[in-house]
């Protein structure tokens, strides 16, 4: 199947900074990728929608200033968490579809904010 | 009402038992039906394809009822490790976007 990598596993930040997760698809081109924030015990929730070349789409009640997102070539998109706080903290996961029947997630992202 | 609704479990089961579980979702369009395994701390990696007939693979089957809008999973002789928590997950073809379930936790005991 297809690979998604996404960059780092874990990472651990004071207040305030800003941190950048990478996403990238190894072996095919992703016009789309899509961020997910998993609370522990819960689902994966939608964030975004990142198209490459455009404007990503926020559902509803996701702050694009807060999580900046770009997609500036086919194969990778960042997400940026700005001015983290703790409530952040969370487990951050891209997918990339490579066919409409299946998505390929990366290995995800856990986000601690001190 | 969400858009994915599954029984949070956690079924705790002895190996060798079957186990099933159900999940229901609201949005009469979709088309597409998944069954996600998903281990602690990990991504989501794809168990199965749900199709409208109905689809087995090894121990696993699943079924969908269209008509009651909802996907089950059935896993005979139980291994302890198939321990995880399983995802609903329904695709709508027009946007490619995942709505996903808060999973059902199934722990296998030996």
Redesign the interface.
Known sequence: GAVVSQHPSRVICKSGTSVKIECRSLDFQATTMFWYRQFPKQSLMLMATSNEGSKATYEQGVEKDKFLINHASLTLSTLTVTSAHPEDSSFYICSAGYTYTEAFFGQGTRLTVV | RKE?EQD?GPFNVPEGATVAFNCTYSNSAS??F?WYRQDC??????LM?VYSSGNEDGRFTAQLNRASQYISLLIRDSKLSDSATY?C?V?R?D?????????TTVTVRA
């Open positions: 994915v949070p088309q597409s998944f701390r990990k991504e989501p990696k794809l394809s995802l997950v695709n073809r946007d490619y976007k995942l709505s996903f379930g808060a999973g």
